[in-house]
């Protein structure tokens, strides 16, 4: 029997947020982090969940909170497929927004990943639609502002730029480097020659500090990279060797696996001169790269 699949995702010009929702989903979602903050729910379907190194189990009716940079990962727990939506919102514009609430240019961390049986999902949910549904009324700006001002709230802590605590600087350093030189061919042995750590310590304390191994945050940083590039509609062949893939293939399918819609697709929200919100919809992607 063949397995259906949708994948489908909006970019809302006005609020300046992606909405991504997936049905069907079987695939599992490896280790990484995302740039921007990511608001989402279960609609079916059990996930295991594993966010800064804590294990979850998520089901409908909890809602997802992740932070920038926070890493994590997830795989179904039972035979039912995955439904699931979320809202992805850059950094820059979730400061205006918490700015625009509490009138405090303070940055944004949500306290925990996951809250079981939210009441929040409800609203988020009808917002989750007005975006897919393209509505351009303002009540769906006053939908977002309302829902993050109860997130902030409920789940932030607000944190001015000077309190951020301080953090080791062997390993921001391998992430400066990471994120400089990405494009290239990068070795353990020239993080460890940047650090002069020893390969076993140099991984094992990037793990433990980050979340995620060295080449894990390199794919990541990778990944990220593409995306901007995509959304300036450079093709995806391009694109790939300019984020220091080794071939198309390769580019594509970590894409997938970290986004999981194709790079084509991804590209195609943004292709348009059209300032009204822009969408794809994919079926049945499950069988192709």
């Known amino acids: ?43 079916s379907g059990q996930r295991k969940l594993s966010c800064k190194n804590r294990e979850y189990r998520v089901e409908p009716g909890d809602l997802l909170l992740f ?20 809202l992805n919102i850059k950094p820059e514009i979730m400061r205006e927004v918490v700015y625009e609430i509490t009138g405090k240019p303070d940055r944004l961390i949500f306290k925990q990943p996951v809250v079981a049986q939210c009441e929040q999902v409800k609203a988020l949910q009808e917002l989750h639609q007005m975006v897919m549904q393209e509505a351009g009324e303002f009540n769906k700006e006053e939908a977002f502002l309302f829902l993050i001002e109860q997130l902030v709230e409920e789940y932030g802590i607000r944190e001015a730029d000077g309190d951020q605590p301080e953090s080791d600087g062997n390993i921001e350093m391998i992430c400066a480097y990471l994120e400089a030189h990405y494009q290239e061919r990068i070795t353990l042995a020239d993080l460890c020659a940047l650090t002069g750590c020893g390969k076993y310590y140099l991984v094992r304390a990037f793990t433990r500090t980050k979340g995620i191994t060295p080449y894990r945050y390199l794919e990541t940083v990778r990944i ?21 893939f080794s071939d198309q293939s390769h580019f594509t399918n970590f ?27 994919s079926r049945d992607e499950g069988s192709k790269n």
């Open 1 to 43: 029997m063949k397995h259906h699949e949708e994948r489908i995702v909006r970019y809302d010009g006005e609020l300046k947020i992606e909405a991504l929702r997936l049905r069907g989903i079987i695939q599992k979602f490896p280790n990484h982090f995302h740039e921007h903050y990511v608001i989402g729910f279960i609609e």
């Open 67 to 86: 932070n920038p940079y926070d890493n994590h990962f997830c795989e179904q727990i039972d035979e039912k497929p995955l439904d699931y939506r979320c």
């Open 224 to 244: 990220n990279q593409a995306k901007q590039l995509l959304e300036k509609g450079l093709e995806p062949l391009e694109t790939a060797y300019q984020t220091g």
């Open 255 to 281: 894409f997938k696996q970290f986004i999981g819609i194709t790079p084509k697709q991804y590209q195609k929200i943004f292709i348009s001169n059209d300032p009204q919100p822009q969408g794809f919809r």
